[in-house]
Nanobody
Framework: VQLQASGGGLVQPGGSLRLSCATS????????MGWYRQPPGKQRELVAS???????NYADSVKGRYTISRDNAWNAVYLQMNNLKPEDTAVYYC?????????WGQGTQVTVSS
């Protein structure tokens, strides 16, 4: 499985961005996908995840502001980010869980600043 993330950029506080992660390869073996982020000088952390069954999970810091979604064929996963805050600044990574193995996309930078 190959993952290609896009959609990052510079946005003002309170603004919105939508990240996309396009997949290629053997998609039917994907059991879950998610988005992680790594703020400057900090460890990578889970932001949101979604399973084959559609169950979602969010970090407390983004609940009510972020929404993860996917298409039914796992062609892509999206992260809608609203009411962005400076502390959301990070490199965001797409992740896929495939038969117990982790796959990562390249990061996309999100910067929230006035």
């Amino acid at each position: 499985v190959q993952l290609q993330a896009s959609g990052g950029g510079l946005v003002q506080p309170g603004g919105s961005l939508r990240l996309s992660c396009a997949t290629s390869g053997v998609r039917f073996t994907i059991s879950a996908m998610g988005w992680y982020r790594q703020p400057p000088g900090k460890q990578r952390e889970l932001v949101a995840s979604i399973t084959t069954g559609g169950s979602t999970n969010y970090a407390d810091s983004v609940k009510g502001r972020y929404t993860i979604s996917r298409d039914n064929a796992w062609n892509a996963v999206y992260l809608q980010m609203n009411n962005l805050k400076p502390e959301d600044t990070a490199v965001y990574y797409c992740h896929a869980l495939v038969t117990g193995r982790s796959y990562w996309g390249q990061g996309t930078q999100v910067t929230v600043s006035s």
